[in-house]
């Protein structure tokens, strides 16, 4: 019985940090309206060809990009700005959001 116990608590405490450890779309999703949209289009899908599209960039780069912007790795002061004011979880549930919507990386237009 004690021992079921602990195996049923140990399974609730999993349950509850992986909830904690996924990225929240949404909150990626207000975060890019509020600050990343005027940019890169609400959807990643910038209209502008100085501004680069990354609706449907690999999760993992795009994760990346706003980390180096952030540190200096990668220069570009108008992202070093953006970036600064990020934090580990914004930059984690932006790149979600970015990287789930359909992006018009490929077409080459
Ligand atoms: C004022 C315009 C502006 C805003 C606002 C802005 N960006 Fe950028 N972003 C740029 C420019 C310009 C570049 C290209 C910089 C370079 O050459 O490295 C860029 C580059 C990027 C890249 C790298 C793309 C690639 O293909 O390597 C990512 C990722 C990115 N931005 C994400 C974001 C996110 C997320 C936000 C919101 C927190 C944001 N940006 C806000 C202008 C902007």
Do not use: W
Request: some cysteine; proline content about 4%.
């Amino acid at each position: 019985m004690k021992n079921y116990v602990i195996a049923a608590l140990s399974g609730v405490a999993l349950i509850v940090s992986s909830q904690v450890m996924a990225a929240d779309v949404e909150a990626g999703k207000s975060k890019a309206a509020e600050v990343c949209a005027s940019c890169h289009g609400a959807d990643g899908n910038s209209p502008a060809p100085n501004f680069p599209k990354i609706g449907g960039q690999h999760r993992t780069y795009i994760e990346k990009a706003l980390k180096d912007y952030k540190s200096g790795s990668r220069n570009d002061p108008i992202m070093a700005g953006m970036a600064a004011s990020l934090s580990a979880a914004d930059i984690e549930n932006l790149a979600f959001y970015y990287s789930s919507q359909s992006g018009s990386l490929n077409s080459h237009k």
